[in-house]
Antibody, heavy 121, light 106 residues
């Protein structure tokens, strides 16, 4: 069965860095695009970034562009999110999600359990 | 940037029908998805490609998408359907979520 397990969250001071990981299993990781989506406490879902199945293309939300970097290691079935210059507004639960393409459309069909990032001094 | 607008809340009596709208410019020209999120849990895909249900999603969940509005309908709403619901669409190569709608089953 498909499993996505995030790790790497924690408390970090403003301006510092943190790297999140998402370990994937139960499917051919190298065949799927992968996303990061976050949710601030008590707020809605906010899309963060996507990386294509082969890592060639990456896209970011304006709110994180230039500060966050999405990457993947298909040999390790792992997705990453390098977060630099963190701000208080980056405090959120970060989810990784698998993108599946079928019948001419895409969908985020599996999500991890999330990892909490708290940016605070 | 592209925006999707949802009502903050919808109330429904058990057994009745709940409808949640999602508005965006020419949304009908894009594919819409819907997610259900219960407190403390990860989002779950309930509708994709405007109208399709993933396996395991009950038939009482249905949806449509036309013009500027996508609609999620829950027929015969049950207490277990109380949750936050998010619409989602693709804008170029990026993902956009609506602000979410809290469905309360009274």
């Amino acid at each position: 069965q498909v499993q996505l397990v995030e790790s790497g969250g924690g408390v970090v001071q403003p301006g510092r860095s943190l790297r999140l990981s998402c370990a994937a299993s139960g499917f051919t990781f190298s065949s799927n695009g992968m996303h990061w989506v976050r949710q601030a406490p008590g707020k809605g879902l906010e899309w963060v970034a996507v990386i294509w199945y082969d890592g060639r293309n990456k896209y970011y939300a304006d709110s994180v562009k230039g500060r966050f970097t999405i990457s993947r290691d298909n040999s390790k079935n792992t997705l990453y999110l390098q977060m630099n210059s963190l701000r208080g507004e980056d405090t959120a639960v970060y989810y990784c999600a698998r993108e599946s393409r079928w019948d001419g459309s895409s969908r985020l069909d599996y999500w991890g359990q999330g990892t909490l990032v708290t940016v605070s001094s | 940037s592209y925006e999707l607008t949802q009502p903050p809340s919808v109330s429904v009596s058990p057994g009745q029908t709940a409808s949640i709208t999602c508005s965006g410019d020419k949304l009908g020209d894009k594919y819409a998805c819907w997610f259900q999120q219960k407190p403390g849990q990860s989002p779950v895909l309930v509708i994709y490609q405007d109208t399709k249900r993933p396996s395991g999603i009950p038939e009482r969940f249905s949806a449509s998408n036309s013009g500027n509005t996508a609609t999620l309908t829950i027929s015969g709403t049950q207490a277990m359907d109380e949750a936050d619901y998010y619409c989602q669409a693709w804008d170029s190569s990026t993902v956009v979520f609506g602000g979410g709608t809290k469905v309360t089953v009274l």
